[in-house]
């Protein structure tokens, strides 16, 4: 049976890069092949080595005006992509390529507080300013256009009068483990076998 090869596209530690490592360990289907990083000191390297998966590191300008990624991802035979807090727009060769097949999570319900610059901690200071009682997670599609494509699954959490940045983020965490890796496999085995 064919084996879905995906790379993980992450900037930051990669705790959710390393859930979605783990979750697909023993799959026979879906594999996790690759994680690459734009930031030389992001500390999901480190996880890739501890878990044994191939990395590598690019800069924006390879991404963007070379074909350093692209060769990467072909020699690894990859068929999706997953975005894990990746903080770098993707370029558009690389969408049309991978057209229905680069996935991303967002910490909020899009299409509220998406957009550039809509990451992390600002995303969750955005909802508590908002006022808003309700929070979560959105997966879905990668367009050309930040937090823009189809929409695969949301969750949702609620938002207390007393929590902070730092407590809403422990929440969409747990939304973010229990769900991403589940939502992943379910699309690429109805879309890309």
Known sequence: MYQIKIAIFASGSGTNAENIVDFFKMDSHIKVSLILSNKNSAYVLERARKLGVKSAVFTAEQL??????????A???IDAIILSGFLLKVPDRI????SGRIINIHPALLPKFG??????????KAVIDSGDT???ITI????EFYDNGTILFQSTCNVEPGDTPESLAEKIHKLEYRYFPEVIGKYLQETVC
């Open 75 to 77: 020699e690894e035979k």
């Open 134 to 136: 309700e929070s979560g």
């Open 64 to 73: 963007n005006n070379s074909t350093f990624v692209d060769s990467i991802l």
């Open 140 to 143: 879905h599609l990668v367009d």
């Open 95 to 98: 969408i049309a390529k991978y």
């Open 115 to 124: 957009g550039k610059g809509m990451y992390g901690m600002k995303v969750h």
